[in-house]
């Protein structure tokens, strides 16, 4: 496994933008494939966005398709998620993720991969 810390939570106001890191600790961090959960208050964790080991791949959830942009860099052992044109619906704790399997990491489930603590983000209307 490996060791994730979310940051770069916070208030924002509709239409700004925030920028969320993950860094990673404990195994090379290239042998991961890296995505982002969030969790509303009061529904289920959904997925965000992933990313391969090299970055090559990325896919995203149809609602921050054009708005949010997944990036890695493995020499930092980090991984970004920069969210644009946020939406009060957008209002969630996010939560890092890493898994080998690219394939599979939009399904993780909590007992599998390595989980972050999870950072909070706020979009006020």
């Known amino acids: 496994q490996v060791q994730l810390v979310e940051s770069g939570g916070g208030l924002v106001q509709a239409g700004g933008s925030l920028r969320l890191s993950c860094a990673a600790s404990?195994?090379?961090?290239?042998?991961?494939?890296m995505a982002w959960f969030r969790q509303a208050p009061g529904k289920e964790r959904e997925f965000v966005a992933a990313?391969?080991?090299?970055?090559?791949?990325?896919r995203y959830t149809d609602s921050v398709k054009g708005r949010f942009t997944l990036l890695r860099d493995n020499a930092k052992n980090t991984v970004y998620l920069q969210m644009n044109s946020l939406e009060p619906e957008d209002t969630a704790v996010y939560y890092c993720?890493?898994?080998?399997?690219?394939?599979?990491?939009?399904?993780?489930?909590?007992?599998?991969?390595?989980w972050g603590q999870g950072t909070q983000v706020t979009v006020s209307s």
């Open positions: 404990g195994r090379t961090f290239s042998v991961f494939a």
């Open positions: 990313i391969s080991r090299n970055g090559s791949s990325k």
């Open positions: 993720a890493a898994d080998p399997n690219y394939a599979r990491i939009s399904y993780l489930s909590l007992n599998r991969g390595s």
